[in-house]
Nanobody, 124 residues
Framework: QVQLVESGGGLVQAGGSLRLSCAAS????????MGWFRQAPGKEREFVAA????????YYADSVKGRFTISRDNAKNTGDLQMNSLKLEDTAVYYC?????????????????WGQGTQVTVSS
C-alpha cells in the first residue's frame, strides 16, 4: 500500500498560481491512478482532477477546467497539480488520493489511499 504526502499549499492572491505536489511511498505507485480533491469549510469534499496510472489520460471538474493541470512522474513517485488563475472559491484543503484499480472518476469512496491534505487560501 502506498502512502501519500501533499505539499505546496499556501496563501496566494486571486489570479495567482500555486503548484501542489503529492509524494508517494512505495514502488507500486506507478500502478495507481491518482486524483486531487478539495474540501472547503462547511462543504463536502469534491473532485478536482484525476490522472490515469500511465499519465495518458486526465480528467477535470468543470470548475477548474482550463485553469488546473494534473500531472505525474512515476519515476519520481510524485504527482502534481498546477493551479493557475486562482479564484477565491478555490480556497480549500486539497487532498491527493490514489486507487490501485485505476479509477479516475469523481467518487471519493473509490479511492483507497489518501494524503493528509494541504491548505490553499486565495485572498482578494
Amino acid at each position: 500500500q502506498v502512502q501519500l504526502v501533499e505539499s505546496g499549499g499556501g496563501l496566494v492572491q486571486a489570479g495567482g498560481s500555486l503548484r501542489l505536489s503529492c509524494a508517494a511511498s512505495g514502488r507500486a505507485f506507478r500502478a495507481y491512478s491518482m486524483g486531487w480533491f478539495r474540501q472547503a469549510p462547511g462543504k463536502e469534499r469534491e473532485f478536482v482532477a484525476a490522472i490515469s496510472w500511465s499519465g495518458d489520460s486526465a480528467y477535470y471538474a468543470d470548475s477548474v477546467k482550463g485553469r488546473f493541470t494534473i500531472s505525474r512522474d512515476n519515476a519520481k513517485n510524485t504527482g502534481d497539480l498546477q493551479m493557475n488563475s486562482l479564484k477565491l472559491e478555490d480556497t480549500a484543503v486539497y487532498y491527493c488520493a490514489a486507487d490501485n484499480r485505476g479509477y479516475t472518476g469523481e467518487r471519493r469512496s473509490e479511492y483507497d489511499v489518501w494524503g493528509q491534505g494541504t491548505q490553499v487560501t486565495v485572498s482578494s
